[in-house]
């Protein structure tokens, strides 16, 4: 089950508030259990299995944790906790990988490769292992309480709102809202808007787009004029799709109480790759760089093991994105680009060019980081970069050419104009707002029921 879909709703979320504000404060956690599991298994009933093993594993060894005082003990528990659950994302998300790489290597040696049976990747399995792990570390590092009961810390895990694509949640900056939360008639309202945003960014901007960056990717000779405006569709409906189900997604929350942290703040207008990863799926930026790159030292180690760190960290974030080398080469890509900026910043001092061209050069290079986010093979990637460097051809090419309708050039315009547009439309208020979101969201509902839905981008994930 999805958001964007008429399951979702008209029947799933009218019952589950029904339900909630129906149900007394007590049983509310048990409520959104009994919700969430329903949602996850509406994919795959017996995935949900996994879901509740990790629940209950990870319950269990951070109850052990917090009995005990020794330090070492505390450590090992934790080693175990994490272990598992790498362990368990490891198995479902890069064996295949791990596979696939051993034969390439085998065949190439001249020996015969390994028969295997391809593991299916569990929706939101990356997402719900972050959240244990977040879980087992807070409570090792005493930055909260453990859950209360098993059912409130499942229910924390499975809050289907950000159980299958986000954000990022840490435990301690939830622990106290499932202890006390505010339920109030502005949240609601406040929550169905932002909803209502969300919704619309997706079904009205994102996928409409998507035919054109589908249509450029899929060439075998994309030419200049071609991959530029793939890689363009791409990354602004990348940004509509992605930031469209996060607003969704902490609008869901706000409805029933929880405040989630932002997750986007205008990303396109970063001056810095530095400033881009602070804007751009904030909750992984935070969780990465808590979990990871200050674990591995931060940059408390010297200056070249603070590049190391840097890029490490985003290498292993483009991991986590996928089990495919475009993702380690995106993540390297960033990496790489944080650990120059770093560097230059230490020895030269911040940038002095205008503000409009640091915008444009950031931009640049995040378009050629989402080709390898987008692309499904690296072959695939450098295709893409042969287009826009115009080894291919300058003009648009006849195969993409019957492509670029005016519909397509209009919504492409509109979503770039939006994108910039945005920090201004929020300065006009949400009263103003709100009467012109209605019809939109009215006309997004009837989009979506007389057309088949896309996925959201960040399912495969």
Known sequence: MVFSSNIFLFFFLPLFLLCYYLTPRRGKSALILFFSYVFYAWWRPDFLLLLVSVTLATYAIAIAIDSKDDPRWRKGLLTLGVTFNLATLGYFKYA???????????GEL??????????????????????????LVDIYRKEAPPARNVIDFAAFISLFPHLVAGPVLRYHLLAQQFRDRIHSLDRISKGAMLFMAGFCAKVLVADPIAPLADAAFALPYPHFVDAWIGATAYTCQLFFDFSGYSTMAIGLALMIGFIFPQNFDDPYWSVSITEFWKRWHMSLSNWLREY?????????????????????????????????WTFLAWGAWHGGI??????????????????VLRIARTMVLVILGWVLFRATTLSGAMTMFSGMAGLNGWGMSPEFAWHFTSEYVLMLVFAILLVYALPRLRRIGATNAGYLLIPLFLWAVATLSAQS??????FQF
Do not use: C, D
């Not at 049976?117 to 939101?124: F, K, Q, S």
């Open 453 to 458: 839905f896309r996925p959201f981008l960040y």
């Open 292 to 324: 990871l790159y200050i674990s591995m030292g931060g940059n408390r180690k010297g200056r070249v093991r603070t590049y190391v760190n840097l890029t490490m960290t985003m290498v292993l974030g483009g991991l986590w994105h996928g089990s495919n």
């Open 338 to 355: 944080l650990a120059v900026e770093r560097y230059g910043t230490e020895r030269f001092g911040h940038s002095r060019l205008p503000q």
């Open 110 to 135: 001249g020996f015969h490769q390994v028969s295997f049976t391809e593991i299916l990747l569990p929706i939101g399995l990356s997402f719900y292992s972050f959240h244990a792990i977040s879980y």
């Open 96 to 106: 295949n990988f791990g596979v696939q790489a051993f034969n390439s290597l085998l």
